[in-house]
């Protein structure tokens, strides 16, 4: 899984709290996804960005969840006032284009919460 | 609304023998399918792609049927290597928009 690199690995946070994950896409590839697994789960689509816009956010919460891919940086996917349910691995793809090309995953960041 | 499912939770399979991991979908509009690898703690790892203007498609050990008139693909792997031991998820998408949907996967344990 090299070349996306996701981090923090490992976010603990207790309930109320802010949870921040980044994700750098693999060198040349301006389309980021976000997915969620849940334990003993498949990954969960959540929101598809490019450089500075939300392309689909169909699989994103209503509330508390935000992502955001600015111009320089990483994409950061925001999770406001966490709750025990908000645990779970999360993971970055990248691809180069819209048309039909593999996405590669990131190692994922595993959130709990306390 | 589980779009993509993979009926089989695990397959056990002795090293050397082919192994099949069965996948079925339910919206007609999927056009790509896809096929990850993955080890704990680690994402998924592509493995082998198919558009849906082709049966098969294959790449060393690892070959991807599909059969469009009963929404179903399946995935070979011969000869199994104790390495390939993992969780096989497939995934489809369709052309514009290009987000994946997954199915629950199949844990692959090859024994030596």
């Known amino acids: 899984n090299a070349g996306v690199m996701q981090n923090p690995r490992h976010l603990v946070r207790r309930r109320g709290q802010e949870a921040r994950l980044r994700c750098s896409p693999m060198k040349g590839h301006s389309h980021v996804y976000w997915y969620r697994q849940l334990p003993e789960e498949g990954l969960k689509f959540m929101v598809y960005l490019q450089k500075e816009n939300i392309i689909d956010e169909s699989g994103m919460p209503k509330e508390r969840f935000s992502a955001e891919f600015p111009k320089e940086g990483p994409s950061i996917l925001r999770i406001q006032q966490v709750v025990r349910g908000d645990s779970a691995a999360y993971f970055c793809a990248s691809s180069p284009t819209i048309s039909n090309q593999p996405q590669h995953f990131g190692d994922g960041t595993r959130l709990s919460i306390l | 609304d589980q779009q993509v499912k993979q009926n089989s939770p695990s397959l056990s399979v002795q090293e050397g023998r082919i192994s099949i991991l069965n996948c079925d979908y339910t919206?007609?509009?999927?056009?790509?399918f896809l096929w990850y690898k993955k080890y704990p703690a680690e994402g998924p790892t592509f493995l082998i792609s198919i558009s849906s203007i082709k049966d098969k498609n294959e790449d060393g050990r690892f070959t991807v049927f599909l059969n469009k008139s009963a929404k179903h693909l399946s995935l070979h792997i011969v000869p199994s290597q104790p390495g390939d031991s993992a969780v096989y998820f497939c995934?489809?998408?369709?052309?514009?928009?290009?987000?994946?949907?997954f199915g629950g996967g199949t844990r692959v344990l090859v024994k030596p």
């Open positions: 995934a489809a998408s369709r052309a514009a928009g290009n987000k994946l949907t």
């Open positions: 919206n007609s509009m999927f056009d790509y």
